[in-house]
């Protein structure tokens, strides 16, 4: 065990999360109980109102945090695993999070859209999202447009982190280790300073070897917070996030002539004296509460956040003319590439929100503002071999190529020419109204719109673009009707938008994607609670997707359309007996409505193909039961997971198997305060992918992996 980690146990050997096995993975507002009633107990969440999440016309879904803690899941991409219809996307070399929801995906240049707090937390190169300090996700399917703003038809990601509470002391830790040389502390305290002020520090340190050859990371994480309430009406709270994380950058494997398998998914076809990608991350979030009456609330929050990603990659060639594999069968071109990215993010938010009556009807309304500013300074340096391969020319050393089959690792090339240097500097700001009506009791109509300024500066190498200004109204709807006191059946409508990055042959800006998106569904929460189920069915289409610009090769248009249907269905049982259930079945059909060429290397899409890493089955299975055992309780469960098959590149006939994912998980806890646990993924060990960009850019699974955790709670 290095120094570091010594050093990082002692800071952070002061909690954990609670122990307790999780209970429920509702979707309940800690603000907003199923039955209506206003508990403020902490600050309220941005663009939320006070409606119960069981009155929403939409599908929720909510991810308990400690159901990850018992699942030693420590990441987001692990955790999104565990909900219907999101699925993997290309993770740019393991450095950030990637996913589509119900098939849309957003920019494959930057990582995808979540939100932390209400605020943006996507945004930038923060590496992948840790789930140390997660209180729970909430994953809000369907049209979002008219409250949170440009972003993708499927459905926003919302991570609600741990916060200072002023209900008492609690603290706890805990220690695990994991298969591949993987070690990891996580630490979680919580204290009340006095009636008015709490504080709390929660992070985890980690040591983590891999799977892959040659590659290890490490990574520490912490997030301080206090709240300050001064009066019983009156809330401030501060969050800080703070990420060192080194992490190597890897494009994975590929196939040979289109077949995958044939080297072993351990194979490292970068070059390991590359070093890993550091990553820095330094954000602040600020949110101030304040209760205006009875019913009404003005909530104001402020974010700033500073990410930073540095270092050297070798990656296979994509040019078909530059590479040589195809025709050798066995030797891989590649590029090297030097990157220095830096973000600054800052937002300015206000809310008022509460209700209002009118004769019979209850209005629940809210109404908000909110600015964003995001600096984005981009540096890229590549060496490329500039040839055109021929069968039977020699290998040079200036292709920097490697045997897939048999790697010699240590060649070095510098990266020679500058390929990006940008600027870029984008300025929105948002207007937006929603209220939810109760014409009775048991029926609610929601509308509400948004409208969007966003403004876009580029200045690459010295040179001013022209500057992209796109204003845009989105407006949404939807009817939720209670059938009985168990039943509901609802549907939504929204549009949405998102801009597109870049110039045209002419040097005008794209228009922005345009988004449609329709949703019905049955939701089911038994009169005990102990039983929730949803049924949806929905329907999406989006416009102006880019394409490659068939009269000018080297540029895009904005004329691609894309359409993604289907069907979810998902339940949370808890039986009798400390029995758990959880399951959940996505049918997704997205595909292209346009017959256009791909915009990275022009081939040819024909309407009706299949969006990239889009599975049209997945399914999930989780089941666990608590036993007496020795004065203490004892939890035996395991679980499943499967994703169809998905294709694996745009425009080509390249196609990632299904496979079938096996967990199984014990735990003791003798007292209160110990927790033992330990857990196997992929307890079958199945060779798998899961995501890939191009058939030489393929992301392995991970084989069997076990580990083993001690938690202590005080």
Known sequence: MTNWKFAALAALATGTAALAYPITASAQ???????????????????????????????????????????????????????????????????????????????????????????NGGRGYGGPRDASNIERVEILKGPNGAVFGRGEPGGTVNIITKKAELSD??????????????????????????????????????????????????????????????????????????????VPFDRGVLAVDGVLGRIPESR??????????????????????????????LLVGAGYRDTGFEGFSSDPELSGRRQSLDETGNILVRQRRYRDYDTTNTVFRGEISGKFYTGPLTHHVLFGADWDRFKINLLQQRYRWNGNYQPGDPIIP?????????????????????????????????????????????????????????????????????????????????????????L??????????????????????????????????????????????????FTMTKDNILTNDPLNGNFSIAAGSARSRGIEADITANLAEGLLLIANYAYTDA????????????????????????????????????FDLAGGTFTLGGGVNYVGERV??????????????VRALAAFQPTESIRLSIDATNLLDEDYYAASYHRYWVTPGQPRAITGRIDFAF
Do not use: C
Request: hydrophobic letters at 35%; zero cysteines.
């Open 169 to 246: 002391n609690f603290g706890s830790f805990n220690v695990s280790a994991y298969s591949f040389d993987t070690y990891r502390v996580a630490g979680d305290y919580n204290l009340v300073v006095s009636d008015t002020l709490a504080l709390r520090v929660n992070g985890a340190a980690q040591d983590a070897g891999s799977f892959r050859d040659n590659l290890e990371s490490k990574k520490i994480v912490a997030s301080p917070s206090f709240l300050f309430a001064p009066t019983s009406t009156t809330k401030i709270s501060y969050e800080m996030e703070y990420v060192d994380n080194q």
């Open 398 to 486: 200036e292709m920097y190529a490697i045997d897939i089959f048999n790697p010699q690792y240590g060649q070095v090339v510098i990266p020679n020419a500058t390929i990006t240097d940008s600027l870029e500097k984008q300025t929105s700001y948002g207007l937006y109204f929603q209220d939810q009506i109760d014409i009775t009791e048991r029926l609610k109509l929601r509308i509400g719109g948004r409208y969007d300024r966003f403004k876009q500066d580029i200045n690459s190498f010295g040179e001013n673009l022209p500057v992209v200004v796109e204003k845009q109204f989105s407006p949404t709807a939807g009817v939720l009707y209670e059938v009985t006191d168990s």
């Open 29 to 119: 507002d800690a603000e907003a109980t199923s039955s209506g009633e206003i508990v403020v107990t902490g600050i309220r969440q941005q663009y939320r109102g006070d409606v119960p999440l069981a009155e929403v016309p939409q599908t929720i879904q909510t991810i308990d945090g400690d159901l990850l803690e018992n699942l030693n899941i420590t990441r987001l991409d692990n955790a999104l695993d565990l909900a219907s219809g999101i699925s993997r996307q290309n993770n740019f070399g393991g450095l950030w999070d990637a996913f589509a929801i119900r098939g849309f995906s957003g920019d494959e240049n930057f990582p995808s859209g979540f939100l932390v707090n209400g605020f």
């Open 591 to 626: 595909e292209w409505r346009t017959s256009s060429l791909d915009k990275d290397f022009a081939l040819q899409i024909d309407r009706g193909d299949q969006l990239i890493n889009v599975p049209k089955h997945q399914a999930n299975l989780l089941l666990t039961k608590d």
């Open 268 to 297: 490292f076809l970068g070059e390991p004296r590359d070093g890993p990608i550091q990553v820095d991350v330094l954000g602040h979030q600020v949110q101030f509460q304040q209760q205006l009456s009875r019913d009404w609330f």
């Open 648 to 661: 694996g590149e745009t425009g080509f006939d390249f196609y990632l198997p299904d496979y079938t994912l």
């Open 488 to 537: 509901a059946v609802y549907a939504a409508y929204g549009t949405g938008f998102r801009p597109n990055s870049g110039l045209d042959a002419q040097n005008d800006p794209f228009p922005s994607e345009t988004s449609e998106s329709y949703e019905a569904g049955l939701r089911f929460n038994s009169y005990d609670e102990t039983i929730m189920a949803t049924l949806a069915a």
